[in-house]
Structures are given as structure tokens and as C-alpha cells.
């Protein structure tokens, strides 16, 4: 089945700098990455997403990129904010008519600097 | 418009004893998953109905169950509680075969 490894497992910026999370899924076939964000006392929020057939994708200061021939996809923030502090999920799946199911990373959690 | 809601919000149950979970996914959402997050882990899928019928079932066992209701709410039931099984439940609900939207989550405390 679908393992997606996620790093760092923790990550400190600066206030202003950018932040970046790494990912990479092993099945071939997963067609679909979300990205979650997740305060605490929450559950996980939706706030970017890219399909397999997109290499790139950006909204204002979150973007994603795919590389479907290594596997691998990333989170960027720039400009980044206190409210940024969180845990961050990737995940990945095989989104299908039949079967969706999301297969989560294990998190990174951001600190933001003031 | 109204998200992903859950209920109960927290819930402390003995071990052996047996739960019940309830969710009503966003209006309109047809698709409702289950995942269970222990502390300091990533959600792990346990079920996912569409019209009401199941259409994956995680790496859980059988203690586990849930069905969905003819207005897309749904239910997930735990019987015979075990320590392990402390975490916090989450529901989501899903307009396609893509996006998922989280509820806030029940947090279950086994003791």
C-alpha cells in the first residue's frame, strides 16, 4: 500500500523567511496530494492541494510543486507569519470513484521566529 | 455555510465498554471517511462510505463499524474498548473524488 515519508519532523524560521516540507509517496499510481494544516485542539485544515497532471501550484503565499517521476512533492510558505506556527501534513491518494482514502504523513511541526 | 461537525467533542470511556461516534458531513457532501489520529501522529484512514455504502475499509479491526445514514450522516461505533484505542477520532466529508474536509474531531479517552 501507499507510505508517504515526510521532513523535517520539526522546523524553526524566522519571521519574514520561507519554510520549505518535503514529501515522498511510493505508489505510482496516487494521483491526488493534499496538504493540511492542523492547530492545536483542531482538526486538519485543507489548504492547498495539486493533482498528478499539475507540476505546480501556487496561492498567494503557499505553493506546491510534484515530481511524479521521483516521487516526491513539496510545501513552500514564504513571507511567513506567526499564524503560520502549526503542524503540517502532506498526504497522498489514489482518488478514484471507488476509493479516495487519504494516506497521511507523519507531520512537520513549523515554529515561527518572531 | 456550516463545516464538518462532530459529536461528542470529548469522551472519557472505561476499557471493554463500547462507543459511538456521529458526524454530519457539509451540505451537499455525499462522501464521509473516518480517520483515527493518535498524539503526535497523521490521521490513518478506517472507513469511507458514499450513498451509504462502504466503499474502503482501513488496516482496523473488526471492533470497529460504522454505517451512513439517508441524510449523509454517519456513525462510528467501537466496541470492546481497548487503552490503544485513545486518540482523537476525526470525520471527513468529501463533494468528489478528491478533496476531504476535517471536523474538528472527538477526542476519545480510554482508561
Known amino acids: 500500500g501507499e507510505n508517504v515519508e515526510q521532513h523535517p519532523s520539526t522546523l524553526s524560521v524566522q519571521e519574514g523567511d520561507s519554510a520549505v516540507i518535503k514529501c515522498t509517496y511510493s505508489d505510482s499510481a496516487s494521483n491526488y496530494f493534499p496538504w493540511y494544516k492542523q492547530e492545536l485542539g483542531k482538526g486538519p485544515q485543507l489548504i ?3 493533482r498528478s497532471n499539475v507540476g505546480e501550484k501556487k496561492d498567494q503565499r503557499i505553493a506546491v510543486t510534484l515530481n511524479k517521476t521521483a516521487k516526491h512533492f513539496s510545501l513552500h510558505i514564504t513571507e511567513t507569519q506567526p499564524e503560520d506556527s502549526a503542524v503540517y501534513f502532506c498526504a497522498a491518494s489514489t482518488a478514484t470513484n ?3 482514502k487519504i494516506i497521511f504523513g507523519k507531520g512537520t511541526r513549523l515554529h515561527i521566529l518572531p | 455555510d ?3 461537525t ?3 467533542t470529548h469522551l472519557i470511556k472505561t476499557r471493554g465498554q463500547h462507543v459511538t461516534l456521529r458526524c454530519s458531513p ?3 457532501h455525499k462522501s464521509v471517511s473516518w480517520y483515527q489520529q493518535v498524539l503526535g501522529q497523521g490521521p490513518q484512514f478506517i472507513f469511507q462510505y458514499y450513498e451509504k455504502e462502504e466503499r474502503g475499509r482501513g488496516n482496523f479491526p473488526d471492533r470497529f463499524s460504522a454505517r451512513q445514514f439517508p441524510n449523509y450522516s454517519s456513525e462510528l461505533n467501537v466496541n ?3 487503552l490503544g484505542d485513545s486518540a482523537l477520532y476525526l470525520c471527513a466529508s468529501s463533494p468528489t473524488a478528491y478533496e476531504q474536509y476535517f471536523g474538528p474531531g472527538t477526542r476519545l479517552t480510554v482508561t
Do not use: F, H, Y
Request: net charge negative; charged share 20%; no cysteine.
Open chain 2, 26 to 28: 457539509i451540505s451537499g
Open chain 2, 2 to 4: 456550516a463545516g464538518v
Open chain 2, 6 to 8: 462532530q459529536s461528542p
Open chain 1, 48 to 50: 492547498i492541494d495539486i
Open chain 1, 98 to 100: 471507488r476509493d479516495d
Open chain 2, 80 to 82: 470492546a474498548l481497548l
